[in-house]
C-alpha cells in the first residue's frame, strides 16, 4: 500500500512540474508563482524539481534531440525533460508502470546522448552542466522581508538565531553595495544595507517549512522587488494604487509601509492571480486592499480624486528573472517574435504609465520592471517625461545606489537598475514626483470658495483622538475663510 502511494505521488510530482514548465515557457506566469498556486501539496519537492530542470534545461534538450526520445515515445517533452532530470541528475525515477518503462526502455541510447553531451564540453562533473543563469541565480542572496504587520525585524533575527543560524554584522559581509557571498555561508545572515527590514541569507536557502514564513511573518521576496514600495515611501493614511498588483508581494509591502492604516486599490486583469494574491494578503494580515479585476488602462481617473501615490510594475519580458529560463533564446524565430512582443510591451508599459501620470491628485508614480531592455525601461521613461514635463520631473531612487541607468540617456542618472552583478535579479526602477506648484489641490494662491478637499483632511488626520478637535477647528477656519490648500 505504502508503494503504491509513494508511486502515485511520483507521477504526481512529475505530472505537475511538467505542467507548470509548460507554462513558464509561455510566459503563463513566473516559476515561484507558479509553483505556490499550484494544488499540488508538497511545494518543497515541487519547487526542487521545477528549479533544478530549469537549471539543467539546455542538456536536458539537448539530450532529448540527440536520442530522438520523443521521437521513439509518445511523450510530452516537459515531462520527458522532468523524468531525464531525475535519471541522470536527480534520485532517480521516483514511480514504477508506465513512466519508469519508459525510460529504462530507451536508456542505452539516452546514456549515449548524455555522455556525448558531456565529452563536447569536456567535463568531468555533472554539476557543471548547468546553464549560465542558473550558476549566476546561484550567486544571489536569499532575501527575507519582515512582515511589520505581524512581527518585527528584532523577533525575527532572535527566531532565526534560535534555530541555529549566526547574525553578521552588514559591514563585514557587504563590499561596496555588493554582498560577498564567500562571507556569507552556510546558516549565517546579516541585514541589508539599503532596505528597512529586509534580511540576507546564504543563496539557495529552503525556508518553505520556516514556521515565520508558514504564519506569513516573513516573505521571500528578492531585494530588487523590494525597491519600488521602498522608494515610493507613502505616508500613514494614504491612498494608494497598486495598478498591476498580482500576486501581491509589493501590494504587502505598501500595506506594512502605511501599517495598513490607508486604503490601497489592487487591479489586475487575471482572476487567477488575483486569487493567489487574495490568499497572500489573507496569510500577510493585510486588510488595507481593495482587489478589483480591472484593467488600468480602463479606469477613469475623475473616480480616484483621493490616490496620492501610485506603483506601477506592469507585464514585462521578464529579461530581468535570471532563474526562469529562456526557451530557445538562439532561434532566430523566437528573435523575430520576441522584438514583436518587446515593442506591443513598450507600448503597452507607456501607455499605462502615461496613466497613472494622469490622476489629478498624484504625488509620486514609481514605474518599475524585471526587465533589462532599455525600451521598455529607459525608453518608456523618458518618452513619458517629455510628455509630462510641465507636471512632474524625476527623483534619485536610492542615491547610495552604485547602478544608474544606461548613461547615454538624459535623465539616467536618476533610474536605478539592478542585476547579479549587485546581487539581485536583474530590475529597473524610476520615481517621478509631482512639481509642488503643479499640484491642482495643493495650490494655495487658489480663491475658489468651496469645501475643503478630502487630501487636505486626509493630511491632517492623524490616528491621534487626543487632536481631533484641533483638526476640527482647523477645517472650520479653512472654510470661513474661503481658503483652498
Not at 498556486?37 to 536536458?60: C, M, T
Not at 479606469?299 to 480616484?304: F, P, R
Not at 525600451?375 to 517629455?386: F, I, K, S, T
Request: glycine share 4%.
Amino acid at each position: 500500500m505504502v508503494k503504491i502511494s509513494s508511486q502515485r505521488s511520483g507521477e504526481a510530482l512529475y505530472a505537475e512540474s511538467a505542467r507548470i514548465l509548460k507554462r513558464i515557457e509561455e510566459k503563463r506566469g513566473s516559476a515561484k508563482g507558479l509553483i505556490y498556486g499550484s494544488k499540488f501539496k508538497n511545494k518543497r519537492k515541487l519547487y526542487a524539481i521545477v528549479y533544478e530542470v530549469l537549471k539543467y534545461g539546455k542538456i536536458l534538450k539537448e539530450i532529448i534531440e540527440r536520442s530522438r526520445f520523443t521521437q521513439h515515445e509518445k511523450i510530452d517533452r516537459h515531462l520527458a525533460q522532468v523524468l531525464l532530470y531525475d535519471f541522470f541528475l536527480g534520485r532517480g525515477i521516483r514511480c514504477g508502470g508506465k513512466l519508469k518503462f519508459v525510460i529504462t526502455r530507451h536508456k542505452d541510447r539516452l546514456r549515449a546522448a548524455f555522455d556525448r553531451a558531456m565529452l563536447d564540453r569536456q567535463i568531468v562533473r555533472k554539476e557543471d552542466l548547468a546553464s549560465f543563469g542558473s550558476v549566476i541565480a546561484g550567486g544571489i542572496p536569499r532575501y527575507v522581508r519582515v512582515n511589520t504587520l505581524k512581527t518585527t525585524k528584532a523577533r525575527v533575527i532572535e527566531h532565526f538565531i534560535a534555530n541555529g543560524y549566526q547574525y553578521i554584522p552588514s559591514d563585514l559581509v557587504y563590499n561596496s553595495s555588493i554582498v560577498d557571498i564567500t562571507r556569507l555561508a552556510k546558516d549565517k545572515f546579516t541585514s541589508d544595507i539599503h532596505i528597512n527590514d529586509l534580511l540576507v541569507l546564504p543563496p539557495r536557502s529552503d525556508l518553505h517549512d520556516n514556521q515565520m514564513y508558514l504564519n506569513g511573518e516573513i516573505l521571500l521576496q528578492d531585494k530588487a522587488s523590494c525597491i519600488p514600495a521602498f522608494a515610493l515611501n507613502p505616508h500613514h493614511q494614504s491612498c494608494i494604487i497598486d495598478a498591476c498588483s498580482a500576486p501581491g508581494n509589493k501590494t504587502s509591502h505598501l500595506a506594512s509601509l502605511i501599517n495598513n492604516t490607508g486604503k490601497i486599490y489592487a487591479f489586475d486583469i487575471s482572476q487567477s492571480r488575483l486569487n493567489t494574491m487574495r490568499k497572500l494578503l489573507d496569510k500577510a494580515g493585510v486588510t488595507c486592499v481593495d482587489i478589483e479585476k480591472k484593467n488600468f488602462l480602463d479606469i477613469n481617473v475623475t473616480q480616484y480624486q483621493d490616490v496620492e501615490y501610485i506603483l506601477l510594475d506592469p507585464s514585462c519580458s521578464g529579461s530581468g528573472l535570471v532563474d526562469r529560463g529562456d526557451i530557445n533564446v538562439d532561434s532566430e524565430k523566437f528573435s523575430d517574435i520576441n522584438q514583436r512582443r518587446l515593442r506591443a510591451l513598450a507600448n503597452f508599459q507607456l501607455r499605462a504609465l502615461q496613466q497613472a501620470l494622469s490622476f489629478p491628485s498624484v504625488k509620486k508614480v514609481v514605474y518599475s520592471t524585471c526587465s533589462m531592455n532599455a525600451e521598455e525601461n529607459e525608453e518608456v521613461v523618458e518618452a513619458a517625461l517629455e510628455r509630462f514635463r510641465d507636471t512632474y520631473q524625476l527623483s534619485p531612487v536610492l542615491e547610495n545606489w552604485p547602478c544608474r541607468g544606461i548613461s547615454s540617456y538624459p535623465h539616467a542618472k536618476f533610474m536605478l537598475r539592478s542585476s547579479p552583478d549587485f546581487s539581485t535579479i536583474g530590475f529597473f526602477v524610476a520615481l517621478f514626483s509631482r512639481m509642488a506648484d503643479r499640484h491642482p489641490n495643493l495650490n494655495v494662491n487658489s480663491k475658489k470658495k468651496g469645501k475643503c478637499p478630502r487630501i487636505v483632511f486626509k493630511k491632517h488626520l492623524i490616528n491621534n483622538k487626543r487632536k481631533w478637535r484641533k483638526i476640527k477647528l482647523f477645517l472650520r477656519s479653512t472654510r470661513k475663510n474661503s481658503f483652498m490648500i
